[in-house]
């Protein structure tokens, strides 16, 4: 059976030329997210404008036209090709005139914001103080927006840290350490109940999650009694100390050595896994399609396996709960 052949979508808005950018901590998949933007709109016969540096850039004017050949080679690299940045100008209403201004003077009827939670009020504002028509994208390691099940480059940065976690076990089983590990997450223990369970940790520590302590000190006391070589501590960025506390308090509650490792910013660099990449490739296709059909002030998301578009302002409002059973998951696997 051979597959129709893609057909084109209708264009009630009338869009004729879109502008795409990405703000906020770059996240590996960004480019597929552009590429697919830029060669949707090109499939469809619509121009599209690359803003470079986020909002920061657009307040400049720093807007060129791109085309599905400027994309060569770039599905399968991390970072973003458009550079990014965080603008305290956009966060002013005279940043934002400014960018609109430049919006119409380039003839662009659409723009398309790739980032977080941060990014999105930015392109909220936009559209409300300016009227231009807005599509967030969600790209962020963090995972952390409600409207989608997962945000392009978490996938990546799971998989960056897990092998970090690897190479730390190894040394932590042959000295018999602690290893207490930070993984990336401002205010979401998403990455770090992945890793915990997908790398045989003894104990995770999450901001959305209030643990004394003393808990966590009596689970490593625990591990050893059992005969562990060694244990694994995995913790998430935003928990009040980080790691270094955690750390500290361990080896002072338990006597034994310990190790802190902040894994950082190579989470977010890498080329990017498959997930990620079909994950963009599907959102940066709908954000055209949004667009085209005369939406704004949306996220496009996945949900189960279909595409959904959720209100800017409920992205940051309503808030993606962590999956509990992944920590249930870890503590009996570690026991
Ligand atoms: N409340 C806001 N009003 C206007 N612009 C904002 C607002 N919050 C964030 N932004 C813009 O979006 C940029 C990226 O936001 P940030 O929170 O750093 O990253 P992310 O989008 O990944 O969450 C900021 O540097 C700023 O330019
Ligand atoms: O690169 P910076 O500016 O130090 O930001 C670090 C933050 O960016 C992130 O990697 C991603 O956060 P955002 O998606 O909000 O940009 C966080 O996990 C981390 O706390
Ligand atoms: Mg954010």
Known sequence: MTEPTPTRHPNPAGIQRVAVLTSGGDAPGMNAAIRAVVRTAAFEGLEVMGVRRGFSGLHRGELRLIGPRDMANTIQRGGTILLTARSATWRTPEGRAS??????????????????????????????????????????????LYGTDHTIGYFTAVETALDA?????????????????????????????????????????????DKPIEDVIQIVKDSVKKGKMGSIVIVAE?????????????????????????????????????????????????????????????????????II???????????????????????????
Not at 184 to 192: C, D, S
Not at 199 to 209: K, T, W
Not at 312 to 326: A, I, Q
Request: proline share 3%.
């Open 165 to 209: 976690v690897d190479k730390l076990r190894d040394t932590g089983a042959s000295h018999e350490r602690i290893f207490v590990i930070e993984v990336m997450g401002r205010h979401a223990g998403h990455i770090a109940l992945d890793v915990a369970v997908a790398g045989g940790a003894e104990e995770v520590f999450i901001p959305e999650d």
């Open 238 to 306: 935003g928990v009040p100390g980080g790691a270094q506390g955690v750390g500290d308090a361990i080896q002072a509650g338990t006597g034994l050595e310990t190790r802190v490792s902040i894994l950082g910013h190579i989470q977010r660099g890498g080329t990017p896994v498959s997930s990620d990449r079909i994950l963009a490739s599907r959102l940066g296709e709908a954000a055209v399609y949004a667009l085209m059909d005369g939406v704004s002030g949306v996220m496009v998301g996945r949900r189960g396996g279909d």
């Open 99 to 144: 960018g609109a201004q430049h919006l119409r003077d380039n003839g662009v009827g659409g723009l398309i914001v790739i980032g977080g939670d941060g990014s999105f009020h930015g392109a909220k504002l936009l559209e409300q103080e300016h009227g231009i028509p807005v599509i967030g994208v969600p790209g962020t390691i963090d995972n952390d």
């Open 309 to 335: 578009h959720t209100p800017l302002h409920e992205t940051w409002e309503k808030r993606k709960d962590v999956n509990r059973d992944l920590y249930r998951c870890a503590m009996k696997l570690s026991v």
